[in-house]
């Protein structure tokens, strides 16, 4: 059955035009042109840039038709075809920038070995490299609608009975589920913010720090706020139980507007002392 994703893809791709086997030639010269300047011109690389777009979303079909040869292998899998589709897509864009029109091949021939590289290299990168059986993943998939249904893990000897398997081919299903599910430590985090840290970097000791301990380092700069300004911060963001400025004025016989001065002028007082210390290149302005 086709995912809304795919199906939402697929009707917008078809809109795009296929191109001509001269119009396919012409855009490839100005592609290797631009490819093939270490420093190409401006205007060069513009045209460049536009002629590999064009061949691009051209052949955005020819991509989905590789996919489409790997439906039997990944129905089975944890694979969304249109995940499959954007690692071919990135294949296409290989294809385009190595195409070198002068050898006489066409666009597609060269291409279609490049967007099925890619999509075997995805399927390798988040599947196990050992293929499981489909009777057995159809196994690990009815244990686990069991356990949802339970809303707890079952133990072998109750699968066993529920499902009529016999308990060591239950014992193999569970822990192929396990090694399926295990991930390399040194894994990246994948995020452009995450620069080069890893699954490793984000592992502590298990101690999870108090708030007192969070906010330990804020704790010197109070001194700075006269008694009067602290109680009155105290009381409005006690933690579960901070205090109206109506409550905390009728408490410490002001009005409720000289509270709200007073609370303004406290924090103005503790923005100014922390800002050098949480952005030490604002104060080097």
């Known amino acids: 059955m086709m995912s809304d994703a795919l199906g939402d893809y697929l009707n917008s791709i078809s809109r795009v035009p296929l191109l001509t086997g001269e119009e396919e030639l012409h855009l490839g010269r100005l592609v290797r042109e631009w490819q093939d300047h270490e420093n190409a011109p401006a205007a060069v690389a513009r045209r460049g840039k536009r002629a590999l777009d064009r061949i691009v979303s051209a052949n955005l079909r020819l991509v989905v038709s590789v996919v489409t040869r790997y439906r039997r292998r990944f129905a089975h899998l944890a694979i969304e075809p249109i995940d499959l589709v954007q690692a071919g897509n990135i294949g296409l864009i290989r294809a385009v920038e190595k195409f070198d029109p002068k050898r006489g091949y066409r666009f597609s021939t060269f291409a279609y070995w490049w967007i099925r590289q890619a999509v075997s290299r995805h399927i390798q990168e988040v599947h196990p490299t050992v293929r499981v059986p489909v009777a057995l993943v159809n196994l690990m998939g009815k244990i686990e609608g069991l356990c949802d249904s339970d809303g707890k893990p079952l133990p072998i000897s109750e699968l066993s009975r529920r499902l009529e ?14 090694l399926n599910c295990l991930v390399s430590l040194d894994q990246s985090l994948g995020s452009a913010d995450a620069g080069d840290l890893t699954l490793l970097d984000t592992v502590t000791d298990g101690h999870r720090p108090e708030a007192e301990e969070d906010y330990a380092w804020l704790h010197g700069h109070l001194h700075q706020l006269s008694a009067l300004e602290l109680n009155v911060l105290q009381q409005r963001y006690r933690e579960g139980r901070g205090q109206s400025l109506m409550q905390l004025a009728s408490q410490i016989g002001k009005t409720r507007y000289q509270v709200q001065v007073i609370e303004q002028r406290a924090l103005k007082k503790l923005r100014a002392a922390l800002t050098p210390v949480l952005h030490p290149s604002l104060g080097l302005r």
Not at 165 to 178: K, N, V
């Open 165 to 178: 398997e016999a308990p060591r081919r239950i014992e193999l299903a569970l822990s192929i589920r396990q």
